[in-house]
């Protein structure tokens, strides 16, 4: 899979895949429809580059770990290396936006949080990070101003806006780059807005960010 960005009217840019950094309960509803607290600083997990693949191609889901939750977020691709970065330098770094889904096996996360035992089986299995192109930001006008949109099977479940994110995106890469260089091709996920749940087999989704990505896919069972 090439990670690249599609634009109105950029050159398009490949960039290696890499990893996939998230950070969790990012918008408070969220935090709350899942009875987590709201934490006082970003919640961050990892997913590898094993878990990308095309949103634009059927989604696959596995069936032996219990419910898959989707979780629609806005997506920042990385173009410029970043260790211990300022946010101007993070602001120069980003070299597009995108939406994904960080899937989620919903009951094997709840599982393993009741045991106190980290997340990754739930969160960074295979296929775990479906992913669009993504678009260049001079097609943007404000970051922090996006609505993030997924129906599933023609019904609005997911209804957010970037601008209620608890930590916004310049300072979470600042934030993030603290512990984790970021490397061009990585991609940060934003965080997810209220309104997730279960996948089933011969869904229909659709994803979108403001007026500038609409994507559509359909849920099929993992081999
Ligand atoms: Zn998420």
Known sequence: MTIYTHTLDAVPQTLPVGKVVCVGRNYAAHAKELNNPVPTEPVLFIKPATALVDLEQPVSIPLQFGVCHFEAEMAVLIGE??????????????????????LTLRELQSALKEKGLP?????????????????????????QDQQIQLHQNGELQQDGNSA?????????L??????????????????TPAGVGPL????????????????????????
Not at 164 to 172: A, C, F, G, R, S
């Open 164 to 172: 209620d994110m608890l930590t916004p995106i310049l300072p979470l």
């Open 119 to 143: 997340w990754e089986k739930a969160k960074a299995f295979d296929g775990a990070c479906p992913i669009s192109a993504f678009v260049s930001l001079q097609n943007i006008e404000d970051l």
């Open 81 to 102: 290396r970043l260790t211990s970065c300022n946010e101007q330098q993070a602001a120069t770094a980003i070299a597009g936006v995108g939406v994904a889904l960080d």
């Open 174 to 191: 600042v934030y993030i780059s603290q512990f984790f260089t970021l490397s061009p091709g990585d991609i940060v996920l934003t965080g």
């Open 200 to 223: 089933a087999v011969g869904d229909s989704l659709k994803i979108s960010l403001g007026d500038i990505i609409d994507v559509q896919t359909k849920i099929v069972e993992r081999d």
